[in-house]
């Protein structure tokens, strides 16, 4: 029986808040056949009722193994190392067929160097940068360099590997710190140093098959640790959805000047690109910017974004690798979605885990919000903490300034000992929402 005719059996490669959102978009499709999660999380385990198979998501010989033993019809392989590592294309080549983009197509987000000039080469607006292989001529340029200066490791780092150094001396700490302290292990030894630019940030996530592109309600991330937009670089400690900075003249832009051209530079240069094409921007005096591709969906603006989803995932995921996406319904509410992350006490630096997590799912007084699970241990019935972002609370509704309440209201409901979150999360939306009305 052929692929389009049966149920789909679906092992996600994964395990944070994000396979958990992608995980209950799937379980809509009446095509849901079995899930596995690789390695998944205790929610995904617990809530989901998801098999949970504890295969790392590095390790590509346990993955394919996995997947060739098991009636396993789609992969879906999510986070951003084992796609540069090559999983697609190791799946692949065991006729298994999967949502994520091939290791030449991924380099966009494994290679800073590379992302930069590929934007060069095809005139997509970004920043003007340099890249340097050698600590000497990398520390020269930083110490001229105007400021604030952004020092990027050209790989992979977790989402933590940009620093905007705000002194010289900060700029040639970061320098040393990840060329020669190796901070981001090889993923450091060649760096990026571009210009800082002004202006509200966006993401926009993309459903691409190497034809067309589909975008997704933009969204805002929340990258540090601190309210006010202070301390650390984290993974994302929140998400609103639609972003109000997003204007219908500036989305116009970004698709023609932007994410259209991406598209078609990759495959111009060989490496056609299906899957999640994730484009961080910056809305500049200028006009809009590519601060950063990602070669898979985001985390946590995932958790704010499929919420709004109302069309079939699993069809968008075969349309995606089939080629048929401008075939494929794929649709979105109109409504707000707000994400807010709840951490352990000192992420991203250390701190502790194993903590009993009690929580209520609803509440009359605050209305219906989902949970997605990300750094959580299931054990007999009962949660503990297993990492620095441990749930994310989301909540629809149908304006933003209700979705943020509820979330914060919501939070209320969810209770661990080094429990920790931002006060502040789509403060900046909401102000522009006013600025708005008032024009």
């Known amino acids: 029986m052929s692929i389009e005719k049966q149920r789909i059996n679906i092992a996600v490669i994964g395990g944070g808040g994000r396979e958990h959102a992608i995980i209950r978009a799937l379980k809509k499709s009446p095509r849901c056949g079995k899930l596995w999660a690789l390695p998944g999380n205790g929610g995904i385990e617990g809530v989901e009722n998801v098999e949970c198979v504890p295969v790392k998501a590095t390790d590509l010989e346990g993955i394919v193994r996995f997947c060739t033993e ?7 392989v999510i986070p951003d ?27 966009i987000e494994a290679s800073k ?3 930069k000039d590929l934007m060069k080469k095809y005139g ?41 150094a705000r002194s010289h001396e900060e700029a040639e700490e970061a320098v040393r710190a990840m060329m020669v302290d190796e901070k981001f292990g090889q993923s450091g030894k060649t760096v990026v140093i571009e210009e800082f630019l002004t202006g509200p940030e966006v993401s926009v996530l993309c459903f691409a098959d190497g034809k067309t592109v589909v975008p997704m309600p933009s969204s805002m991330d929340h ?19 639609p972003n109000p900075f997003y204007t219908p003249e500036l989305q116009k832009q970004t698709l023609e000047r932007i994410i259209l051209p ?25 006009g809009p910017k590519v601060i950063e591709y990602n070669c898979r969906f985001g985390d946590p603006e995932t958790q704010a974004v499929l919420p709004l989803l109302e069309s079939d995932l699993i069809e968008i995921m075969l349309a995606v690798h089939n080629g048929t996406l401008d075939e494929c319904e794929v649709r979105f509410s109109d409504k707000a979605c707000c994400c807010l992350v709840l951490a352990s006490r000192g992420y991203p630096l250390s701190y502790p885990k194993n903590q009993e997590i009690s929580m209520f799912v609803f509440e009359p007084d605050c209305g219906p919000y989902d949970i997605y699970h990300a750094g959580t241990r299931y054990l007999e019935g009962d949660y503990f903490t297993n990492g620095g972002r441990v749930l994310s609370l989301v909540a629809v509704r149908d304006t933003l300034p209700e979705a943020v309440a509820a979330c914060y209201k919501a939070q209320e409901n969810v209770q661990f000992g080094a429990k920790y979150f931002r006060t502040d999360i789509g403060k900046r939306a909401l102000d522009e929402l006013e600025r708005q009305k008032q024009l």
Request: aromatic share 6%; with cysteine.
């Open 70 to 76: 098991n009636p396993v019809d789609l992969a879906a």
């Open 81 to 107: 190392d084992p796609l540069a590592l090559g999983l697609v294309d190791l799946l692949e080549a065991q006729c298994i067929p999967c949502f994520g983009p091939d290791k030449k197509a991924a380099v």
């Open 113 to 115: 160097a590379f992302s």
């Open 124 to 164: 997509i607006p970004t920043a003007k940068y340099e890249t340097f292989t050698e600590l000497a001529p990398a520390l020269e340029c930083v110490r001229k360099h105007a400021l604030p200066v952004v020092v990027k490791a050209d790989g992979l780092a977790l989402g933590k590997g940009v620093i905007i």
């Open 223 to 241: 990258k540090r640790a601190l309210d006010g937009d202070r301390g650390p670089n984290t993974g994302g400690m929140g998400v609103i959805a």
């Open 262 to 286: 991406t598209v078609e530079a990759m495959n111009a240069e060989g490496r056609t690109f299906r899957g999640c094409l994730y484009f961080g921007l910056m809305m500049t005096p200028d």
